[in-house]
């Protein structure tokens, strides 16, 4: 069974940071690439960074020199670094891990910025 679990969510502050975590299990995940994507209430699903199975790594213009994606392959773990956060970054977090003939997701972690 493939399970991607979410972590790191919470109340931060504007111009504070958090870490989320994304742990993957039942796949090879070195050989997935991941991302991470965000929901707002009322709003689309935005993806907000991709890293690939050898490790480049792409984001959108929302988050890019605030956001950084890292993975690590030995924990089967993907993790999102969000620095200098805006209260606009509220939003439900999630992880996806996809390859040729798979795609998984995992549940989200709620993401909250407020003074």
């Known amino acids: 069974q493939v399970q991607l679990v979410e972590s790191g969510g919470g109340l931060a502050q504007p111009g504070g940071s958090l870490r989320l975590s994304c742990t993957a299990s039942g796949i090879s995940f070195s050989a997935y690439d991941m991302a991470w994507y965000r929901q707002a209430p009322g709003k689309r699903r935005e993806l907000l960074a991709v890293i690939t199975k050898s490790g480049n790594t792409n984001y959108a213009d929302s988050v890019k020199d605030r956001f950084t994606i890292s993975r690590d392959n030995a924990k089967n773990t993907v993790y999102l670094q969000m620095n200098n956060l805006k209260p606009e970054d509220t939003a439900v977090y999630s992880c996806?891990?996809?390859?040729?003939?798979?795609?998984?997701w995992g549940q989200g972690t709620q993401v909250t910025v407020s003074s």
């Open positions: 996806d891990a996809h390859a040729l003939s798979a795609r998984y």
